[in-house]
């Protein structure tokens, strides 16, 4: 009898005959992108960086490179970071074999990067009461006070996404730099180029777009050249915020892609924090007869859906053609695939292990709108 690998492969063939969407994954590792290879992913959709700085042995050089005191120091950090990220972007070019890969410069929440301020509060007046080591408690206290320095009341809605780009544009020239530099040693070593998308995240203002663009075409530009290399590589955004929705056809202009990210378009659309909806005090709320749905798991249509929509249409109206994406959690939720093949987005993009699930969705969306 034939395996059940093979009745699965020739049952999402099918599928994969019938859909109009294509479908991606959302991958940091290269282990992440092998499996997502495995499971019929035509690309990696979402690449969230920020992942990759979490690591304990890459925290303590981010925290320099945040809290650094001069560009010097900065620079410093941003020296040790830079092979690390080239590593990570190897192990996924090389996982995907020229398929498209859309890394997303860093998104951070800055307080996920340092250290909690009441705890560092609570360490330095134990330290002191304890009378304990001088220099520890020097170092405690110049760490609580870059700590406030920094200290946001809304970190979602502080410091993230492309802010901190704009502030320190060295990071997002060292994150391209490690992103060419791994491209072209994979091209090197395996003779298969990365087809590169550099996707800037939480935007707002299309200024935001066309400075950081200009930042990544500027590095990509240098890197080629010290290399005598060649290569394309594509600049988009993230469309999560409902200002960039409705401006959608201003940031049109500097994008070569767009990819929609329905989680923080959740949160920042119906004014729900996406870290409470399940489980918290508010998912009391979100079941109940307002809320019928979690709108993190399955598309708000009319609401969420319509900010998409207005964004998938203002942006094409500017540029016939623009591809459109999605990366948020609904990218592998089959009700909300239905409705982005309605509107014609070009692809979904969702974790490894829901590709198969959106492979079929996408088919089902097409069946269901012919009636049959
Ligand atoms: C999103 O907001 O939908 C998204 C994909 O980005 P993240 O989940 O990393 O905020
Ligand atoms: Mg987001």
New binding site residues.
């Given amino acids: 009898p034939p395996q059940v690998n093979e009745d699965f492969g020739a049952i999402v063939g099918w599928a994969d005959e019938i859909r109009r969407l294509g479908v991606r994954a ?1 991958a940091d590792t290269g282990e992440d992108a092998a499996k997502a290879r495995e499971l019929g992913a035509e690309g990696i959709g ?1 690449c ?1 960086t920020e992942h990759m700085f979490m690591a304990a042995d890459r925290l303590p050089a981010v925290r320099e490179m945040i809290l650094a005191g001069s560009d010097e120091e900065r620079a410093e950090a941003l020296e040790k970071i830079l092979p690390m990220q080239q590593e990570d972007f190897e192990g996924i070019f090389s996982a995907m074999k020229g398929l498209p890969v859309t890394v ?1 410069l860093l ?1 951070p929440p800055l307080h996920e990067f340092l250290p909690d301020l009441v705890e560092q509060s609570l360490l330095v007046q134990r330290l002191d009461l304890t009378g304990g080591d001088a220099d520890e408690l020097s170092e405690a206290r110049t760490l609580l006070s870059q700590v406030k320095r920094l200290h946001e009341q809304n970190p979602m809605l502080g410091t993230r996404g492309c802010r901190l780009a704009m502030l320190y544009p060295e990071i997002p020239e060292m994150q391209t730099r490690a992103i060419v530099r791994a491209a072209l040693a994979v091209k090197e070593r395996e003779g298969e180029t990365a087809t590169v998308e550099i996707m800037i ?1 939480l935007v707002a203002y299309a200024r935001e777009l066309q400075v950081q663009r200009q930042i990544v075409e500027q590095t990509v530009a240098d890197e080629l050249e010290a290399a005598g290399e060649q290569m394309e590589v594509h600049v988009g955004t ?1 469309i ?1 915020l409902p200002r960039a929705a409705i401006v959608a056809d201003q940031i049109a202009e500097h994008a070569d892609f767009f ?7 959740t ?1 920042t659309g119906i004014g729900i924090s996406r870290d409470d909806a399940e489980g918290g005090f508010l998912s009391a709320y979100v079941s109940d007869e307002v809320i019928p749905h979690n709108p993190f798991e399955s598309i708000d249509k009319d609401g969420v859906g319509g900010l998409v929509q207005i964004g998938a249409e203002r942006g094409r109206s500017a540029k016939p053609g623009l591809k459109l994406g999605v ?3 609904h990218g592998g939720d089959p009700a909300s695939i239905e409705l982005f093949d309605a509107l014609g987005l070009d692809y979904v993009s969702c974790s490894p292990f829901r590709v198969p699930i959106a492979r079929f969705a996408a088919a089902r969306s097409v069946l269901d709108a012919q009636g049959s």
């Fill in positions: 959302n979402l969230r997303r998104d995240p993230m999560e990819s929609f990210g329905t989680n923080d378009l949160q990366c948020g959690e």
